[in-house]
């Protein structure tokens, strides 16, 4: 069915930047969150930052906050994922995601996004 599309992964070096686009093939409602989550080989997929109606901030999680910015186009159904001082670490497989989230507190929270991307892949060499 209706599947997200990232891109703008690729590799670079230790302190560099990348910008991540999400796109959705059809309109979605601004009702519904976007979140960006990353996967490294045999990890968990983790959730990195969200943006949802009623609030032109994003919601991260702590240890990016400072390097990683999230953004929403609604009217072009396109987030974005700006990633600054890359490190070594934030090597993975970097996923979009929407849904509704029932409570604030599941807006990083896989198991809260319907519908998912394939992935592009983040690599950051030293």
């Known amino acids: 069915q209706v599947q997200l599309v990232e891109s703008g992964g690729g590799s670079v070096q230790a302190g560099g930047s990348l910008r991540l686009s999400c796109a959705s093939p059809?309109?979605?409602?601004?009702?519904?969150?976007v979140g960006w989550f990353r996967q490294a080989p045999g990890k968990e997929r983790k959730g990195v930052a969200a943006?949802?109606?009623?609030?032109?901030?994003?919601y991260y999680v702590d240890s990016l906050k400072d390097r990683f910015t999230i953004s929403r186009d609604n009217a072009n159904n396109t987030a974005y994922l700006q990633m600054n001082s890359l490190k070594p670490e934030d090597t993975a497989m970097y996923y979009c995601?929407?849904?509704?989230?029932?409570?604030?507190?599941?807006?990083?929270?896989?198991?809260?996004?319907?519908?998912w991307g394939q992935g592009t892949q983040v690599t950051v060499s030293s």
């Open positions: 943006i949802c109606p009623g609030s032109e901030y994003g």
């Open positions: 059809i309109y979605i409602d601004g009702r519904y969150c």
């Open positions: 995601a929407a849904g509704l989230p029932a409570i604030d507190s599941y807006r990083l929270i896989a198991g809260a996004y319907n519908y």
